[in-house]
């Protein structure tokens, strides 16, 4: 598989005063195209920081991060907007939809910055909504919406720019345990079918459990990444159903013919 985010020996540096404190501590890893990525860690351990390293919203003070064969420290401001603007896109934990533009507007906006057309921004943001199951609602403002609904709206947009990456920041911070397994089962079925990759940050083990691979940050470093092996023992449950399926079929036409043959 082809590397998509690679960081190298990275540190973040933060002066407080007289003191020094290291946001990050020295991070290598690796993520690979159409992996889903979770980055966990409680509040303060660097988890947040990271996620706006790769996404290029700050500057390392050390470390290199190179996101699809590109050097984002390399890059100037102008640089990492355009870098930006053509590669990622983002959900947030708040949503971040403007209040006076329904469903489809909010969706197509990012596509406004691009220069298309009204009719070709509403046409994308209009198979959007149709991929997360919002095309009835979208007329509806935010307002008019629940949570779970707004955050799909979330997703439909950092979708409609066709991103390589897509950047999640606590997805669902804001909605309850229902929604926030419908919405991550959503995310996880969406950013697979189109093939993306997602890297998420989150407080929470049980949200992580969605991805395919797991970062565990404390203190600024990396301390262990597992691959997750729920989904593996689901994937292979799934396997021995359908072949068991598959054996009773069998077994179902041998018995038949047996039949068959005692018949005659």
């Known amino acids: 598989m082809k590397k998509i985010i690679e960081v190298k020996n990275l540190y973040k540096l933060y002066r ?28 303060g351990s660097g988890k947040s920081t990271l996620l706006n390293m790769l996404a290029g919203l700050e500057k390392p003070t050390k470390g290199e991060v190179i996101i699809d ?3 984002m420290e390399a890059l100037n401001e102008e640089g990492l907007v355009r870098f930006r603007r053509e590669n990622v896109g983002f959900i947030f934990q708040s949503f971040h939809l403007l209040g006076t533009m329904n469903a489809l507007e909010n969706v197509a906006l990012p596509l406004s910055f691009r220069g298309e057309s ?19 609602h979208k007329k509806h403002l ?33 909605l309850d345990s229902h929604t926030s ?41 990396i301390v262990k990444v597992e691959v997750n092996a729920a989904k593996e023992v689901k994937k292979e449950s799934g396997t021995k159903k359908e072949q068991s399926k598959e054996t009773k079929k069998e077994q179902s036409k041998e018995i038949k013919k047996d039949r068959e043959g005692e018949e005659e």
Request: charged share 25%.
């Open 181 to 221: 397994e419908e919405v991550m089962e959503l995310m996880r079925q969406v950013v697979k079918k189109q093939g993306k990759t997602l890297v998420m940050v989150t407080h929470d083990d049980h949200l992580a459990a969605y991805a395919d691979r797991i970062f565990h940050i404390i203190d600024g470093k």
């Open 69 to 71: 064969g590109v050097h």
């Open 118 to 136: 009204r009719a070709s921004r509403l046409k994308k943001a209009d198979q959007m909504l149709d991929l997360v199951k919002l095309k009835k």
């Open 16 to 43: 407080v005063g007289d003191s020094i404190v290291r946001a990050l501590n020295g991070v290598d890893f690796a993520i690979y195209e159409g992996e889903f990525c979770a980055i966990v860690g409680t509040s």
């Open 142 to 174: 935010p307002s008019q919406m629940s949570g779970g609904q707004q955050q799909r709206v979330g997703v439909a947009r950092a979708l409609v720019v066709d991103p390589k990456i897509i950047f999640a920041d606590e997805p669902t911070g804001n």
